[in-house]
């Protein structure tokens, strides 16, 4: 080796040593810059979590009276006849105020005894009501029963309303609050699961008003949505990627679905008005439609989340089946859908996530209503969790403060359920090659 | 900014050195190739023979290009019964794309375009009578890269025959699984686990599955693209074994980049270059007495 090229060497040695510390810097920066980031997202997720989980989780227990009902069937039943009708229409709340009153012996008077009425839940007779339907062998007994609350003792009792602020957040008298603390030194008020939350459609009373009905309204629309977007997402995406011919057409289609998945969502609700509603005639505020709607917002994002998984199925797979000879569609149905369908179903999820949280295009096609049934088919009139979130958000009662932040942990729990079942697939489907 | 000013100082002075080492090699490069441009100029015409005495597979006027640019050139050649045909060549020549003419493969890129006359027991194949599957299925490929699909052994292998309905029962298949298997030679490693899948075999054992694959469908020319490149000796040696017994049955073209190779399990070698079909005659005729100077210097190791 000549002195030149050993200065050479040196030279660049010198340099790259030189650079070398300066990219090793740039590398940590780089990465501190990554891993605050990811610091910071997770710190706000765990904010929302904090946060929601803590305004809401109180929303799972509901204050109820334990007390004494005596079944008389002077009451429910003067004819002893115990006619279906009859025990329907009869005053059950008379059965919850005898039981108060021998609770509280001392309350007298109409004006105090509409008081003490207010403790109770405008729904509880119904309780009752279908207790005694169910099983007529009640009457005439007595049972010590559980008995919802009103909304505003439960506040009381869960501390979401201060007890000396009476006039402002406070709506209970004081002579309410006497007899509450009474029930109470007595053990007859009590926090028990609230399982109205969980079986009932909504109301305007927060202790009566439940999830299901949303949550039922949501799960049918994703069912029509799946059904509807899943194979024709994945059709379409077959389609463009394996079939078609590469021309302008094609071209434009492609350019549409891309934009289509960028269309604001609310616009494919005044499609779904004008389509589904106005012309075809659908009925309104029914998951059948939302589903519709949501499948055409679905639809974009499934298309292209399955296009990129069949691109990247190795070619030499496909290779390899046609050598055999095997025919395009051969191909593509033994082969190539197979290893795209983990990142197909990704693509679907991902899009029903999507689907599942969206409110906007819901409000157009009526699904805002409010709907005490809980929806039995996907034509009942239904509305879906988000939009009941903002229902409930909206709704004046300090009881439906809690409720909104349950119901969101309910659609969030939906979520994660989705994701699990998305990750369960992958796992399931997926291969190496 | 005087780090990019830095970088591509050093690269310079990378580039500079490596310059240096390669000069001599350049040069000779490049006579070849100004050699070669004199052939081009003229009608240019194959050396040797490219007749076979019992032609399975005739190729005439044999041109392909992808987009506006030709990758063959008036290719004219025969591929015997019972005889392997080895295809040679520097890199680029167009040996993938002719062996690909052959049963069709090039009709999947969307680009080429194939012109020319290629019969299969003279039955014109890019006619419009003829059913590409069926082609395929008389036809067989193997890979360069070892391509098993993601299932197991045994689905491998049967993939072909279930697709061409080439079993009736379940004993069947598994017989033509297992002959097929053993006469790549991979039986005896594979038989205990059959279920597993191909993509979990060494690169070797899953060269010789797609071998397996291959002639499970019993076609009638098998055609091979380097099938050997990505094996240790050992695994050579048994593939090219493999296609002496082969070649009994069926006629073969392979494509390979050693002369050993073709030398070894080759009656006919083909000489391409840049897109031409330069020579073809008796393998041993090429490797010791060649006609053109093209092939001489190929074979003699001079280039490429
Ligand atoms: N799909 C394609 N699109 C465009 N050009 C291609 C395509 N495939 C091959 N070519 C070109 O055609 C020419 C011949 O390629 P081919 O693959 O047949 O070469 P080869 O002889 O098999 O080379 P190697 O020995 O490296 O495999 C090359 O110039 C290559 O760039
Ligand atoms: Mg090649």
Redesign the pocket.
């Known amino acids: 080796m000549t002195a030149d090229e050993k200065r050479a060497q040196e030279e660049t040695l010198r340099r790259v040593r030189a650079s070398l510390a300066r990219r090793y810097r740039s590398e940590r920066r780089f990465r501190l810059f990554g891993l605050s980031s990811a610091l910071l997202g997770l710190a706000f997720v765990a904010f929302l979590f904090v946060t929601i989980i803590g305004n809401g989780y109180t929303a799972f227990w509901q204050t109820q009276f334990k007390l004494d009902i005596y079944f008389d069937p002077a009451v429910i039943d003067p004819d002893g006849q115990a006619d279906p009708q009859q025990l329907a229409s009869a005053n059950y709340r008379a059965l919850i105020r005898d039981a108060l009153q021998s609770e509280l012996p001392d309350v007298s008077g109409r004006r105090e005894m509409r008081e003490l009425n207010r403790l109770i839940s405008a729904g509880a007779e119904f309780d009752l009501r279908d207790e005694v339907v169910a099983n007529v062998a009640l009457i005439g007994s007595t049972r010590e029963l559980w008995i919802t609350a009103d909304d505003e003792v439960d506040m009381l009792v869960k501390g979401h309303v201060e007890r000396d602020e009476q006039g402002g957040a406070r709506r209970l008298s004081d002579s309410q609050l006497r007899w509450i603390d009474a029930l109470a030194a007595d053990g007859r008020v009590e926090q028990r699961f609230n399982v109205n939350f969980f079986t009932r459609g909504d109301s305007r009373d927060p202790e009566q008003a439940g999830i299901a009905g949303a949550a039922k309204g949501s799960l049918f629309a994703l069912l029509v949505t799946l059904v509807i977007a899943f194979p024709l997402g994945i059709a379409a995406a077959v389609y463009l990627e394996e079939f078609a011919p590469r021309n302008r057409w094609i071209d434009l289609v492609e350019v549409n679905i891309n934009n289509l998945a960028a269309v604001p969502s609310i616009v494919f609700g005044l499609l779904g008005l004008s389509v589904f509603l106005n012309f075809f005639g659908l009925p309104r505020s029914a998951p059948l439609v939302g589903g519709l709607v949501l499948s055409l917002m679905t639809l974009p994002t499934i298309i292209i989340a399955s296009r990129a998984a069949i691109k990247s199925v190795p070619p030499s797979v496909r290779e390899a089946a046609l050598g055999l000879g095997a025919s395009q569609v051969q191909t593509v149905l033994h082969h190539v859908v197979p290893l795209a369908m983990p990142g197909m179903l990704t693509g679907a999820i991902i899009g029903m996530a999507r689907a599942l949280g969206e409110s906007a295009p819901l409000l157009m096609i009526g699904m805002v209503a409010f709907i005490v049934e809980v929806p039995q088919s996907i034509t009942d009139p239904a509305t879906a969790l988000p939009v009941q979130v903002f229902l409930w958000a909206d709704s004046p009662e300090r009881a439906f403060v809690e409720r909104t932040s349950a119901a969101t942990m309910v659609l969030l729990a939906f979520l994660l359920a989705m994701n699990a079942v998305a990750i369960w697939l992958r796992n399931k489907f997926e291969r190496r090659w | 900014m005087s780090g990019s000013q830095t970088a591509e100082a050093v690269d310079l002075a990378e580039e500079e050195q490596l310059d240096n080492s390669r000069a001599p090699r350049m040069d000779q490069s490049q006579a070849v190739a100004e050699d070669f441009q004199s052939v081009a100029q003229e009608e240019y015409e194959t050396h040797g023979t490219v007749t076979a005495e019992d032609p399975v597979m005739t190729v005439r006027d044999c041109n392909?290009f992808?987009?506006d640019?030709q990758?063959?050139f008036d290719v004219n050649l025969d591929i015997g019964r019972n005889q392997v045909v080895a295809?040679i060549?520097?890199?680029?020549?167009?040996?993938?794309?002719?062996i690909?003419c052959l049963n069709r493969m090039n009709d999947t890129?969307d680009?080429?375009v194939v012109t020319g006359d290629i019969r299969l027991y003279g039955e014109d194949i890019n006619s419009k009578s003829t059913d590409v599957v069926l082609l395929r299925a008389r036809v067989g490929m193997v890979f360069?890269k070892p391509n098993p699909f993601p299932k197991s052994i045994f689905e491998n292998v049967a993939y072909g025959p279930r697709l061409h309905g080439l079993a009736s029962n379940r004993a069947e298949l598994d017989e033509i699984v297992e002959t097929s298997l053993r006469r790549a030679g991979l039986w005896e490693e594979a038989k205990d686990r059959l279920d597993q899948p191909g993509t979990g075999l060494s690169g070797g054992q899953q060269q010789r599955l797609c071998i397996a694959r291959t002639i499970a469908v019993n076609p009638e020319v098998i055609l091979m693209?380097?099938p050997c490149s990505a094996l240790d000796p050992i695994a050579t040696a048994r593939i090219e074994d493999l296609i002496d017994e082969l070649s009994e049955n069926y006629a073969i073209a392979i494509?390979t980049?050693s002369m050993q190779q073709a030398a070894r399990v080759s009656q006919r070698t083909a000489y391409?270059h840049l897109?031409k079909l330069i020579e073809v005659d008796e393998t041993n005729r090429i490797f010791t007495n060649p006609g053109h100077k093209l092939t001489e210097d190929y074979v003699t190791g001079r280039f490429g």
């Not at chain 2, 060549?89 to 002719?98: H, N």
């Open positions: 392909v992808y987009g640019a990758a063959l295809l060549g520097p890199s680029g020549c167009g040996k993938s794309t002719f690909r890129i680009t080429a360069q693209d380097e494509v980049h391409f897109g």
